[in-house]
């Protein structure tokens, strides 16, 4: 592990930090590529991120703040120390989006849909990014597994966020790896004729799934209710909302297909 990414004189660079900010480094360099074949202006598509990103950040940190309040109402001034680590994605994608979605309405006449499916595409690089941030830092770590436990050969030698190392499930690895499949699928997909919408609402399911299943190997504190984790429930809903999402979009394309033939 690697916490401090650089320490020089009196500047210190954390991993997390660092890495969070190359994840947004990358995935608005993959929307501006994007952004660039589709023939969008800078002026639609760049206020539409900023805003997804900004409020993106700011409603991540602040639903880690009110997972933890039991921690966060007697240390409130540590609540913007964002560097420190500690978002939640679920709030982080949901403020994000309805953010970009406010701002696309604004910014254009094209359905707030299309930036959405848009910044789909650059959301999960970054996200892997995050999750390797998490590994260096010892965030977001995985529960130990005992020898002779099913799948004890996956294990890693990891610290917990209090430094004791022990046989671990690689979650944060896990995580990225997994957010890496879901950036292959949609770039790879990105020149198919969709529905708007449905890139958005492929990543809300796809990725919410994988990180519910992901969730089972976590071992870092989360509230627990009638046994599940809370951030497993808060994927659940995600995973229930992008299926509704991509149902309508398979419907909206459905409704078109018998018009353009009837």
């Not at 299309?114 to 995050?130: E, N, R, S, T, Y």
């Not at 089972?216 to 627990?224: A, C, N, V, Y």
Request: proline fraction near 5%; hydrophobic fraction near 55%.
């Amino acid at each position: 592990m690697q916490p401090v990414l650089i320490r020089w004189g009196g500047l210190t660079i954390g991993s997390y930090a660092a890495l969070l900010d190359l994840g947004l480094v990358a995935a608005v360099a993959v929307v501006w590529l994007e952004a660039r074949r589709l023939n969008l202006r800078p002026a639609v598509w760049l206020d539409t991120l900023l805003a997804a990103i900004v409020i993106g950040v700011v409603s991540a940190r602040l639903g880690y703040a009110a997972i933890n309040w039991a921690y966060f109402k007697d240390h409130l001034a540590e609540v913007p120390a964002i560097w420190q680590g500690g978002l939640n994605w679920q709030a982080g994608l949901a403020g994000g989006s309805i953010g970009a979605w406010w701002f696309a309405r604004r910014q254009s006449k094209r359905s707030p849909l299309i930036l959405l499916d848009l910044l789909a595409i650059g959301a999960p690089l970054g996200i892997a990014l995050g999750w390797i941030g998490c590994y260096l830092s010892a965030a977001a770590y995985g529960r130990e597994v005992l020898p002779g436990e099913p799948l004890y050969f996956l294990s890693i030698d990891a610290p917990d966020l209090y430094g004791a190392i022990n046989p671990r499930w690689p979650t944060q690895l896990l995580g990225a790896i997994w957010a890496l499949i879901v950036f292959g699928v949609l770039w790879l997909t990105r020149r198919k004729t969709w529905p708007a919408g449905r890139r958005f609402w492929l990543l809300v399911a796809a990725y919410s799934l994988g990180a519910f299943l992901i969730g089972f190997t976590r071992g870092d504190d989360m509230p627990i209710i009638a046994g599940w984790r809370l951030d497993q429930m808060l994927d659940a809903v995600l995973i229930a909302v992008g299926g509704i999402g991509l149902i309508s979009r398979w419907r909206t394309k459905v409704r078109l297909e018998v018009s353009e033939h009837g």
